[in-house]
């Protein structure tokens, strides 16, 4: 009889350990690659952290944030058609899963938050659109650009009580505007107007500037070149330009402190300044205004899980003292926070528009940080997308 009962106390406890253990392990093994991809990425080591998600995961806990991660991979490759497929791979399946998580929803309440289905924070879901409308801005497509454009100002006008973001609002306007929608673009750029402090956005032309109580500086003090030292041309060139890297769970990194708190980049045709970029936004304050909104209901979530958990381990000591311990001890060695996001964001979301010769092919752009400083300098040949009198480039500073 003692026998009999041990082993049927063997096989409840192997029952309930298998039953908590199993939904983690799926999610483990994206976990690793995803952490290998992007100390690789940042890393400079562009190809071998895109072949690390070369395969996506065989569930689909973490599959929306390797599409996120690889769209960024491949965009930063200059892969913009594979970035374009990624993530709208990842808007599709986001949207999907927003209306199939029931089941998953009710083992969470036992497990974490882990467990489910990561479908993006809602400032994450907007950029989806803005960076996949910069991929095809970059292939030429505009059109598509503008469809996503307006995909992104029909998710950011139903947002509720999350953040609005000006570069997205601005990349949607823009988008708007290389298909003539004049009207449209205007909305869009002084929405953007009416969040962004760091400079001023003219509605009618979507052109940037430094802050109206400091007009003759930039925002980080640097004296600007006067109108008459700015090159003049019939052309104009728009680059959208991304830096550093966005907070993680670990915090910020390193590389970041060269880049200081508000980076620009200055752009030449040959030896002849053109203008500058300015910062619309920052994911890092994106991300913190977001988990203030959710905030209390994640605490309410959290509350009535550990209460579920203790009547879980009280219902199994009835049976078992020792089942009872056992599942107390995994069930709340298992209450982690659930900390996934989308790292290989930029930290700053910035735009430079300027006037340009009409026959460029080529520029220079100057990348400073801290005090003016030059953290990088590059030549810039592709993408530069043209529409009539309009160029269209993408930079990624990491």
């Not at 949207?95 to 289905?117: G, Q």
């Not at 109580?213 to 109108?227: I, M, Q």
């Amino acid at each position: 009889m003692n026998a009999k009962r041990t082993a049927l106390r063997a096989r409840r406890v192997a029952s309930v350990t298998a039953l908590l253990i199993l939904p983690l392990l799926g999610a483990g093994c994206a976990s690793s690659a995803l952490t290998t991809a992007r100390t690789q990425y940042y890393q400079g080591q562009f190809d071998a952290s895109a072949t690390n998600l070369a395969e996506l995961p065989g569930n689909d806990t973490d599959r929306v944030l390797v599409l996120m991660e690889r769209g960024t991979i491949n965009q930063t490759r200059a892969n913009y058609a594979d970035s374009i497929e990624d993530w709208l791979r990842a808007k599709a399946l986001a949207d999907e899963l927003d209306i199939k998580s029931v089941s998953r929803e009710t083992t969470s309440m036992l497990v974490n938050d882990n467990v489910l289905a990561y479908c993006g924070a809602p400032y994450e879901r907007v950029l989806l659109h803005a960076f996949a409308s910069q991929s095809f801005m970059a292939l030429g497509l505009w059109q598509d650009a503008a469809v996503e454009g307006r995909a992104l100002i029909r998710r950011v006008e139903n947002r509720g009580d999350y953040p609005d973001d000006p570069y997205s609002r601005y990349v949607a306007g823009f988008s708007l505007e290389l298909m003539r929608d004049w009207d449209g673009a205007a909305f869009q750029y002084r929405q953007a107007s009416e969040i962004e402090s760091f400079c001023t956005i003219d509605p009618k032309s979507g052109k940037l500037g430094p802050p109206p109580a400091n007009t003759n500086a930039t925002a980080d003090g640097v004296e600007l070149a006067s109108a008459a030292e700015t090159t003049k041309g019939d052309g104009e060139l728009i680059c959208l330009v991304s830096i550093g890297h966005g907070p993680t769970v670990r915090g910020y990194s390193g590389s970041n402190l060269r880049w200081g708190d508000r980076p620009y980049a200055e752009i030449y045709a040959g030896d002849r300044y053109l203008g500058r970029s300015y910062i619309l936004s920052r994911t890092d304050s994106l991300h913190a205004a977001t988990q203030k909104v959710l905030a209390t209901r994640k605490t309410i979530k959290t509350t009535t899980r550990i209460a579920l958990k203790e009547t879980a381990a009280q219902l199994a000591a009835t049976q078992d003292d020792a089942l009872g311990d056992l599942v107390r001890l995994l069930l709340f060695a298992l209450e982690v926070p659930d900390d996934r996001r989308w790292e290989t964001l930029p930290q700053w979301l910035a735009v430079a528009r300027v006037p340009c010769p009409a026959n460029l092919a080529s520029y220079r752009i100057v990348l400073k940080g801290n005090n003016g400083t030059v953290v990088e300098e590059r030549t810039v040949t592709a993408p530069l997308a043209r529409r009539d009198k309009t160029f269209v480039s993408i930079i990624r500073a990491l």
